[in-house]
Every structure is written in structure tokens, then in C-alpha cells.
């Protein structure tokens, strides 16, 4: 649980209210039909509580704070394996949890992802178009991701996106580039068969090693791949360690 000092106070919207807040009733990825993905349903559950008001260590159904707010939307749509079962009760916890299965990167986030602020003080849930929905001191809203004081940390890739509402996983297949791209590791880097933790390491890359970069995929927890080339081998690394 978070302690008063962290979580929704540990920042400050920025002064000007109505452009972070954009408005009670935003455009919002959700389908119309009704939600086709898990990362569907749970913003649609999150949305649904907007105008919600924060407290402290509340988690529902009246009152909020930022990890309450993650944890009862994962947990209303089915989803409460991709929180820890709501066992992790802080936004750090969450964080720290993600971050050590290699699934925090600050980029390629999806919808149903989460958003981490002021390493590990404040969470929300990612809904597409560079915007988030977190329970703030004035309550649950809509804002953009960079619209709070405290510093944007991370993206916690949780595969929501890619998870159908129906069950079963939604198709996601390579892409081709169309043209070289050319990349080095950042430090040393796993080469994989297939683009996933699990599957079996070719090699280990030393640091600032060329690649060329001939496809990505996204494996089921959302997190970019890269197949490349690194000099006489071909293989899969994982897309945030390399630049």
C-alpha cells in the first residue's frame, strides 16, 4: 500500500487543469460494438469509474488510489493474473514486479499497458494516443502521459492488446522492413531463436555490437523483438536494448 507520501500525491497536475484533463468524456479506444480485446474491457472498466474520487489505500468501488484504481480494472475484466493477482498493493510494487520479467520499456506502449511515474510513485493505465487514465488528487481522469509534474518513468508491457476478449489471442505476425535498419546493442544481449525470454539463447552479444534489424514482432506480453543479423548469426533480441 502506498504510504501518504507516495502514489496520487507524490505529484501535482500541471496548472492548467482543463488541457491535462481533457475533458470528462474523451475519445477512447474502445469499440463501439462492445470490447474485442482484453486491454478493451479493462478501459472500459476504468473509464467507467472517471469523476471517482482519490482516498488513500482505497481500491474500489467509490474511491481510488492510483494502484486501487489498476488493480480493480485488471480485476473487474478477468485479468487479475497480469496484476499479481492484486497481491502487489503499490504502484512500486507493480513496477518492480514488470520491470524484473523484462517487461518495463519506455517505448511501444499499447493500449491495456501501464504507465509508471516518478519511479514507481504513481500508476495508470495506458488507453492509446500518448494518454493515460489515473486516479489523481482530484480523482480518476483522463490526461495525457507527459501532463503531470512528477517525471514519466516507464511503460509496464502487460500483452492486454493482444489478449481477445473471448479468449484466446489476438494474431500478430512479423514485419518486414522495407529497408535495413541498423542498430547497436546497448549492453550485452541475449540472441534468441524466437522473440520471447523462453526460447532458447543462440549466443550472448557483446555491448555496442552491429545488428541489422530484418523483422519485429511483439511477443505475448507486448514487448517488441528485433530479428537480426549480428555478423554470421541470425536471431531475435529484445528491441529496448538496442538503439
Known sequence: MLSPSMGA???IPVALAGAILLGLAPSTPVAAAGP?????QIIKVAMQQRGDPWRYGASGPGAFDCSGLVIYSFRHAGDRAAVANGQLRSARALY???????????SNPKPGDLVVWGGGTHIGIYIGSGKAISTLTNGVRVHGVTAVRARFTTYLHTGMWKKSATGGTVAVTAKVQSKADNRHTLTAVSLRKGPGVSTTRIAVLPRGMRLTVVATRHDSHGRTWFKVRAGSRTGWVAASLTR
Open 9 to 11: 500525491r507524490a505529484f
Open 36 to 40: 474485442k480485446t482484453e486491454a478493451e
Open 96 to 106: 518492480n514486479w514488470y520491470r524484473s520479467r523484462g517487461l518495463a520499456s519506455r
